[in-house]
């Protein structure tokens, strides 16, 4: 049973080039939320993607956007970048649907560096 | 908003002694679900323990155990029989009930000592 997997590993851009970063959830999940998480500190959610659209979003500027394929894939891009956008970038996939709170299975990561 | 905090930024015990971990979080949601994530060095964030605010018994798994207090908005987590393995980043996470919000605290670094 494949878990979470995430790609690329790592990735050097530099400043106001955009990046997409891609997610594929564990088997039997639908739902696909994205983290930011800055060096010593905890992750920071982004947004959540059910059903091909954008459930909730955290306190992040539109620069970064995503996206929910039909296979239940999820991309995220972030546009402009800043040196800030330094960070490693989670994708967790649970469950989703309506009243339904599955615990979220976290990838390994993309890390992402801005020069 | 929601906020988790994780006051003890580092942590180190003995192998093979008990250590507790720390979270406080604050929320006006009645029903909601905690977890502890543990993040090895350079490894995989892995879910530890959940718990759901309207269980009152407290989650236990293997070694890891949770104290929930709910009135106090406490959820600390208790290691047992402290292994070398159980190195890691130790994140205390809030879910909202509907399942689309997340927050984490900022961590704990566990070390243990030989």
């Known amino acids: 049973d494949a878990g979470v997997t995430q790609s690329p590993t790592h990735l050097i851009k530099t400043r106001g080039q955009q990046v997409t970063l891609r997610c594929s959830p564990k088997?039997?999940?639908?739902?696909v939320s994205w983290y930011q998480q800055a060096l010593g500190q905890g992750p920071q959610f982004i947004f959540q993607?059910?059903?091909?659209?954008?459930?909730q979003r955290g306190n992040f500027p539109d620069r970064f956007s995503g996206h929910q394929f039909p296979n239940y894939s999820s991309e995220l891009n972030v546009n402009a970048l800043l040196l800030g956008d330094s960070a490693l970038y989670l994708c967790?996939?649970?469950?989703?649907?309506?009243?339904?709170?599955?615990?979220?299975?976290f990838g390994p990561g993309t890390r992402l560096t801005v020069l | 908003a929601q906020t988790v905090t994780q006051s003890q930024p580092e942590m180190s015990v003995q192998e093979a002694e008990t250590v507790t971990l720390s979270c406080t979080y604050d929320?006006?949601?009645?029903?909601?679900?905690l977890f502890w994530y543990k993040q090895p060095p350079s490894r995989q964030m892995i879910l530890v323990i959940r718990?759901?605010?309207?269980?009152?018994q407290n989650a236990t798994e293997n070694r890891f155990s949770v104290n929930f207090q709910k009135a106090a908005k406490s959820f600390s987590l208790k290691i047992s029989d402290s292994q070398l393995g159980d190195t890691a980043m130790y994140f205390c996470?809030?879910?909202?009930?509907?399942?689309?919000?997340?927050?984490f605290g900022t961590g704990t670094s566990l070390t243990v000592i030989p």
């Open positions: 718990q759901e605010a309207y269980k009152q």
């Open positions: 088997s039997g999940h639908d739902t």
């Open positions: 967790a996939s649970s469950l989703g649907g309506q009243g339904v709170t599955d615990t979220q299975y």
């Open positions: 996470a809030f879910m909202n009930p509907t399942g689309n919000q997340f927050y």
């Open positions: 929320t006006s949601e009645s029903n909601y679900y």
């Open positions: 993607y059910y059903e091909e659209e954008e459930r």
